[in-house]
C-alpha cells in the first residue's frame, strides 16, 4: 500500500502504484477493449490530412466548440450594473451552469437566478413563474434591478417578457416603478457575445426608451462625457480598471456601461457582497447625454453600438486592442472623441512596451502561432502577434462570422507575417486539431480547453481567453493598454523560455544549450 | 469553535427551530408556506427527517439545483467512455458541463474513448423551426465515420427536443439498424422534466434497461467466464478516482469486479452486469432504479455501502461479505486489519486538529449523508445536512443511520437560506458546491467543494480516507483564515445576525 498519513499521495500520484495498474490493468478485460494496434492506427490516421478532410466536411456535428450560450453573456453583462440580480427565465438548470462556469473562471460567487420552469409550464406557459420569480427575488435579494433573459426553453414555448414583466408588476411581484429589463436571449442563435449584445441593448433601451412604455423617453442633451463598453471579456476585472486608469490619467470624463469589474473581484474580509460596485441605475440612464460610445469588441456590441448611434452619439468599435499600434489607435480616438490630450505619463508607458518588445523579438520573432477564441480577441491577439514579427497560421473562431472572418483577413494581408494565415470562422477544436497536425506550429494561444490540443498535438499552450479554469487570477490583470501589452508579451515570452528549457535539460544530452541567459 | 459545543440539545433545538422561523420572515407568505416544508430540526428516534422533498423548486429563490439533463448526461451516461455522448440541442449545457465533473477514466481519448470531448448538435434557429432529426441522421454518420472506434452512442437530450416535437428514438433505431444493430440509446432527459437532475437519473436509468439490456436480451453470454465472487459497483463516478481506491478494497478481499457504474465503465460492463451475483450501491439515489429492475428482472440482490471513513468502510467491508461465503468474510476482516495502520496514523495526524469542529453539508445524490461517519471518524460533527435533489427515501436513511438529534435538515436550499444559517451557526467548514464556494470563503468560512472534492480526491476507500483527512485539516486549519479582517478593523463583534 502507497498510501500514507505523513505524506498523502493525491490522485496524480496514487494511481501509478503497482497495486493500482495492476487492478485498472485487470479491469480491461471486462471493458471489451478494442485492439491497442487498432487504436494506434487509427491514433495516426487522426492526424492525416485524409483525415482533415474528413473533418472539415462536417456539417452536423460540432465537437469542442469554443463558444458558450447566449444567456451566460447576458449574466455576465446584467451584474456589471449596480445592485443588479440577473433573473434567467426558463429552466433552472441552465442558470446552474452559468453560475458554475462563471465561477469557475473568476474564482468568484456568481448570483443569478431562474424562474424554474417546468414541464407544466411548457404548456401553459411560464408567466406564473415570472410573476412568482420576481416577487420572491425582490424580497430576498434586494436588488436595486433584475435584468431579465431566457433559456432555450421560455423562447421555444415564446414567452413573451415584454408582456409578462408587466402583467408581473400589475400583479405586484415588484413595485410599478421597480427597474426590469429585458433581453430575448435564445441560445440557438449567436453565442455568449450576442448574449451580452442583446442583455445591454435591453438595459440601455429601458432606460433611453421609456421603460417599456412606462416613462417618457429621454431627451438626450449632449454633454462631455464618453461611454464605454468593454464587451464580453474573461479579463474585464484586469481590463476594466486599466481602462478606469487611462481615462483618468487622460481627464476624460466617462462611464463604464456594465462594470462588472467589481462584482468579480471582491475581498475576503468577512463579508459576502452579492452587489458590488457596478454602473450605477442613474449613469446608465444619463449614458444617454454622452458625446459618444467606445467599444472594445465589435462582435459583442453589434446590436448595441448602432442603437446607441440612433440616439445620435458618434459610435467607435475597436477589436479587444492589444499591443502597440492598437492601443496607439484606441487612445488617439479617444483623444479625438473626448478633446482631451494624450499624457506624457501612457507615452512613457508605451515606450517602456516597444522597449520590452525589442528586447524580446528575437524569441518571438518568426515562431509560428495558432489562434482560437471570440471573434474579437482573435483579432487582437492576431493584430499583436503581427507587430511582434510573429507569424499567426491558424486563426480560429467558432463565433466568428462572415464579416469577421474577411476583416481578419485584411488584416493578415497587410502585413508580411500574416501572409500564411488562415482564417476560420464557425470552426471548432477539433478542426483545430487537424490544423495543427497537418500544419504544425510552434505555439497555441486560446482558452483551458485549449489544454486537450497540446496534449494531442504536442503544441504548447499559451493560456489566453475565456474561460480559464486551470490556471488561477489571470483576469486580475490586464491585457488591454500598454501595460496589458507587456502582460501579454511576458506570457508569451514565459512560454517560449519554458519550452526551450524544456526541451534543452535532458542531463548530458542536450543540456549543452540549457543557457543561464536567454 | 463553533458555538454549538457548549450548548444543550434542547437549546441547540430550540435555536435552530428559531432560526428557520427568523429565515422564513423574508419571504412572501405563499413561498414562506412552501419552503418551512422543506426546513426541519431532526428529532432522533424519527423514521425521517421531517422535511417536504423532490418538490419543484421555487422561482426566483436561487435554488442550487440543476436539471434532468445535467443527471443524465453529467452524472449517469457521461462517463461511460467507450460511447459517443451527443448533448443535442443547443451549444451552452453541453459546454458548461464539459470536462467539469472530473470523472476520471483511462483510455486514449477522442479514439476509443470519449468522456472529456463536447459533442454537440449545436442547434440553430432552423433545427428548432424545422426539426432537428434530419441533422441528428447525419451527425450519427459523422460519428461513425470520424471516431470508428466508438463501441455506442447515446443521445442526451436538451430542453428544445422535447418541446419541437423531435422523434430521437425513431431515429435511434433506424441508426442502429443501419449500423449493424450498433447500440444508440435515446435519452429523454429535457431539462425541464421533473424537478432536479433527479429525474434524469431515473430516465437514464430506464434508457439502460430498455436500450441496453432489453435489446440484448437475459441470454446474451458475458465475455468471461462467471465466479461465484461477481459483483458490479453501481452508483460510483470516479470523481477523482473514487471507484478505483474502492474497487481495489472489494478485489482484495476476494471479490472480482466485472462493471463500474460508471466512472470508467465501458458498454461491455453495462451490458454484462446482469451476470453479477450482488450489486453495490453506493449512490442510492442515482441508481437506486436500475438495481431494483436487476433484483426483479435477474434476481440479483443488491446492497448500499458506504467508502467514506474507516466506520463506515468497515462496516460496509462485512455488510457486503455477508452475502458470501467464509473467504470472502475472511477477505473482509483482512482488508480491515491491512488498512488499520494507515488509518491509525491518519486519525492520529488529523483527529486532534479537527476534534470538535464543526461542519454544514448540502450536496447532492448520497453525500448529504454518507460523508458524516468519515467526519466523525476526525471528531468532528456535523450540524447541519440537507439535499439538493433528495427523496423520503434519502431523508429516512440520514435520519435513520446518520444525522444526530437537533441537527438542522434543509431540502432544496438556496441561497439565502443558505447564508443566514451559516452566518447564525458559524459552522468551522461548510461542504457544497462551486456555487456556494466563494460565498462562504468571503465570509471567512473554510469551505470544500464535495461534488468535485475540489479538483482533489479520491476521497473514498481507506486510500481515499487519507486525502480526505489532509483536505479537511488544509480547510480548516489554513493560516489564511486569520488574515481575513484588517488589524486595524478587527474589533470583536458578535456577529449573529448582528445586522438584523
Ligand atoms: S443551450 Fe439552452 S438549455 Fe442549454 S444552457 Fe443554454 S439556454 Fe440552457
Ligand atoms: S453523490 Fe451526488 S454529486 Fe455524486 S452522483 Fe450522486 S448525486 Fe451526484
Known amino acids: 500500500m502507497a498510501q500514507s498519513a505523513e505524506h498523502v499521495l493525491d490522485h496524480f500520484e496514487l494511481f501509478r502504484g503497482p497495486e493500482y495498474q495492476q487492478m485498472l490493468a485487470k479491469k480491461k478485460a471486462f471493458e471489451n477493449p478494442r485492439d491497442p ?65 462563471l465561477s469557475r473562471h473568476f474564482k468568484e460567487p456568481s448570483s443569478c437566478v431562474s424562474s424554474s420552469m417546468t414541464e407544466d409550464a411548457a404548456v401553459f406557459g411560464g408567466l406564473n413563474n415570472m410573476v412568482d420569480g420576481l416577487a420572491n427575488s425582490y424580497n430576498m435579494y434586494k436588488p436595486k434591478m433584475i435584468a431579465v433573459s431566457t433559456t432555450c426553453m421560455a423562447e421555444v414555448i415564446g414567452d413573451d417578457l415584454n408582456a409578462f414583466i408587466k402583467t408581473s408588476k400589475e400583479k405586484g411581484a415588484v413595485p410599478a416603478d421597480f427597474d ?117 469588441q465589435q462582435w459583442s456590441t453589434e446590436k448595441t ?14 477589436n479587444y486592442p492589444m499591443g502597440v499600434s492598437a492601443t496607439d489607435d484606441f487612445l488617439m480616438a479617444l483623444s479625438l472623441l473626448s478633446g482631451k490630450g494624450i499624457p506624457e505619463e501612457l507615452a512613457r508607458e508605451r515606450g517602456r512596451l516597444v522597449d520590452a518588445m525589442t528586447d524580446s523579438s528575437a524569441h518571438i520573432h518568426g515562431k509560428k502561432f495558432a489562434i482560437y477564441g471570440d471573434p474579437d480577441l482573435c483579432y487582437g491577439l492576431a493584430a499583436f502577434l503581427l507587430e511582434l514579427g510573429a507569424e499567426p497560421i491558424h486563426v480560429l473562431s467558432t463565433n466568428g462570422n462572415k464579416a469577421w472572418e474577411e476583416k481578419t483577413k485584411a488584416l493578415l ?72 501589452g507587456m502582460n501579454v508579451l511576458v506570457k508569451i515570452l514565459d512560454k517560449i523560455f519554458d519550452e526551450i528549457d524544456k526541451k534543452t535539460s535532458l542531463l548530458g544530452k542536450t543540456d549543452y544549450s540549457f543557457d543561464i541567459i536567454r | 469553535m463553533s458555538l454549538v459545543t457548549t450548548q444543550s440539545a434542547a437549546e441547540i433545538r430550540a435555536r435552530n427551530k428559531e432560526l428557520i422561523e427568523e429565515t422564513l420572515k423574508v419571504y412572501p407568505e405563499k413561498t414562506a408556506k412552501r419552503r418551512a416544508k422543506h426546513l426541519n430540526v431532526h428529532e432522533s428516534g424519527k423514521s425521517d427527517c421531517g422535511v417536504k422533498s423532490n418538490l419543484k423548486s421555487i422561482p426566483g429563490v436561487m435554488t ?70 434530419k441533422k441528428l441522421i447525419k451527425l450519427i454518420d459523422e460519428i461513425q465515420e470520424l471516431f470508428p472506434l466508438n463501441n455506442g452512442i447515446t443521445i442526451q437530450s436538451e430542453c428544445p427536443i422535447g418541446l419541437i416535437g423531435d422523434d430521437i428514438e425513431a431515429v435511434s433505431r433506424a441508426k442502429s439498424n443501419e449500423y449493424d444493430g450498433k447500440t444508440i440509446v435515446p435519452v429523454r432527459c429535457e431539462g425541464f422534466r421533473g424537478v432536479s437532475q433527479s429525474l434524469g437519473h431515473h430516465i437514464a436509468n430506464d434508457a439502460v434497461r430498455d436500450w441496453i439490456f432489453d435489446k440484448n436480451g437475459p441470454d446474451s453470454k458475458p465475455e468471461f467466464e462467471s465466479t461465484p465472487y461477481d459483483v458490479a459497483i453501481i452508483g460510483d463516478y470516479n470523481i477523482g478516482g473514487d471507484a478505483w481506491s474502492s474497487r481495489i478494497l472489494l478485489e482484495e478481499m476476494g471479490l472480482r469486479v466485472i462493471a463500474q457504474w460508471s466512472g ?9 452486469t446482469p451476470k453479477a451475483k450482488l450489486n453495490i450501491l453506493h449512490c442510492y439515489r442515482s441508481m437506486n432504479y436500475i438495481s431494483r429492475h436487476m433484483e426483479e428482472k435477474f434476481g440479483i440482490p443488491w446492497c448500499e455501502y458506504n467508502f467514506f471513513g474507516p466506520s463506515k468502510i468497515a462496516e460496509s467491508l462485512r455488510k457486503i461479505a455477508s452475502f458470501f461465503d ?19 496514523a491518519v486519525i492520529a495526524k488529523y483527529r486532534p486538529r479537527l476534534q470538535g469542529k464543526t461542519v454544514m453539508l448540502f450536496v447532492g445524490g448520497l453525500r448529504p449523508r454518507h460523508v458524516i461517519g468519515a467526519y466523525e471518524d476526525l471528531g468532528m460533527e456535523v450540524i447541519g445536512t440537507g439535499y439538493e435533489f433528495g427523496h423520503n427515501d434519502d431523508y429516512q436513511r440520514t435520519a435513520q443511520h446518520y444525522v444526530k438529534d437537533s441537527t438542522l435538515i434543509y431540502d432544496d436550499l438556496n441561497g439565502y437560506e443558505f447564508e443566514r444559517f451559516v452566518e447564525k451557526l ?72 448582528a445586522a438584523e
Not at chain 1, 460540432?62 to 458558450?68: D, E, F, L, S, Y
Not at chain 1, 416613462?215 to 438626450?220: D, G, I, N, V
Open chain 1, 37 to 101: 494496434a487498432e487504436v494506434e492506427r487509427v491514433k495516426e490516421w487522426t492526424k492525416t490530412p485524409e483525415y482533415r478532410e474528413k473533418n472539415f466536411a462536417r456539417e452536423a456535428l460540432t465537437i469542442n466548440p469554443a463558444k458558450a450560450c447566449q444567456p451566460l453573456g447576458a449574466v455576465f453583462a446584467s451584474v456589471g450594473f449596480e445592485g443588479t440580480l440577473p433573473f434567467v427565465h426558463g429552466s433552472q438548470g441552465c442558470v446552474a451552469y452559468y453560475r458554475s462556469h
Open chain 1, 180 to 296: 426590469v429589463p429585458f433581453a430575448h436571449t435564445p441560445a440557438f442563435v449567436g453565442s455568449h457575445i450576442t448574449g451580452y449584445d442583446n442583455a445591454l441593448k435591453g438595459i440601455l433601451e429601458h432606460f433611453w426608451d421609456g421603460k417599456a412604455g412606462t416613462a417618457p423617453k429621454l431627451e438626450r442633451k449632449p454633454n462631455d462625457k464618453v461611454n464605454f463598453i468593454g464587451g464580453f471579456d474573461g479579463y474585464t476585472v484586469g481590463n476594466l480598471r486599466e481602462i478606469k486608469r487611462i481615462l483618468e490619467l487622460m481627464g476624460v470624463e466617462y462611464t463604464i456601461l456594465a462594470d462588472n469589474s467589481e462584482v468579480f473581484d471582491t475581498p475576503t474580509d468577512g463579508e459576502f457582497r452579492m452587489y458590488d460596485g457596478g454602473t450605477t441605475l442613474d449613469e446608465a440612464a444619463n449614458a444617454v447625454h454622452a458625446k459618444g460610445t467606445i467599444s472594445m
Open chain 1, 305 to 318: 453600438l448602432p442603437f446607441i448611434a440612433d440616439h445620435g452619439q458618434d459610435v467607435l468599435a475597436f
Open chain 1, 413 to 484: 494581408a497587410g502585413s508580411t507575417f500574416g501572409q500564411d494565415c488562415n482564417v476560420y470562422p464557425g470552426r471548432d477544436l477539433w478542426h483545430m486539431r487537424s490544423l495543427l497536425f497537418t500544419e504544425p506550429v510552434d505555439y497555441l494561444i486560446g482558452n483551458t480547453y485549449g489544454k486537450y490540443l497540446e496534449r494531442d498535438t504536442g503544441t504548447p499552450l499559451i493560456r489566453i481567453g475565456f474561460p480559464v479554469f486551470d490556471r488561477h487570477h489571470h483576469h486580475r490583470s490586464p491585457v488591454w493598454g500598454y501595460q496589458g
Open chain 2, 64 to 133: 442550487i439545483r440543476g436539471c434532468a439533463y445535467a443527471g443524465s448526461k453529467g452524472v449517469v451516461w457521461g462517463p461511460i467512455k467507450d460511447m459517443v455522448h451527443i448533448s443535442h440541442g443547443p451549444v451552452g449545457c453541453g459546454q458548461y458541463s464539459w470536462g467539469s465533473r472530473r470523472n476520471y477514466y483511462v483510455g486514449t481519448t477522442g479514439i476509443d474513448t470519449f468522456v472529456t470531448l463536447q459533442l454537440t448538435s449545436d442547434f440553430q434557429e432552423k433545427d428548432i423551426v424545422f426539426g432537428g432529426d
Open chain 2, 264 to 272: 470508467d465503465g465501458s458498454l461491455a460492463e453495462l451490458e454484462a
Open chain 2, 326 to 344: 467464509d473467504k470472502i468474510k475472511e477477505g473482509a476482516e483482512r482488508v480491515i486489519e491491512k488498512y488499520q495502520p494507515l488509518v491509525n
Open chain 2, 426 to 497: 458559524q459552522p468551522d467548514l461548510v461542504g457544497s458546491g462551486i456555487k456556494e464556494k466563494y460565498v462562504f470563503q468571503k465570509m471567512g468560512v473554510p469551505f470544500r467543494q464535495m461534488h468535485s472534492w475540489d479538483y482533489s480526491g479520491p476521497y473514498h476507500g481507506y486510500d481515499g480516507f487519507a486525502i480526505f483527512a489532509r483536505d479537511m485539516d488544509m480547510a480548516v486549519n489554513s493560516p489564511i483564515w486569520k488574515k481575513v479582517k484588517a488589524p486595524w478593523k478587527d474589533v470583536p463583534k458578535p456577529k449573529l445576525l
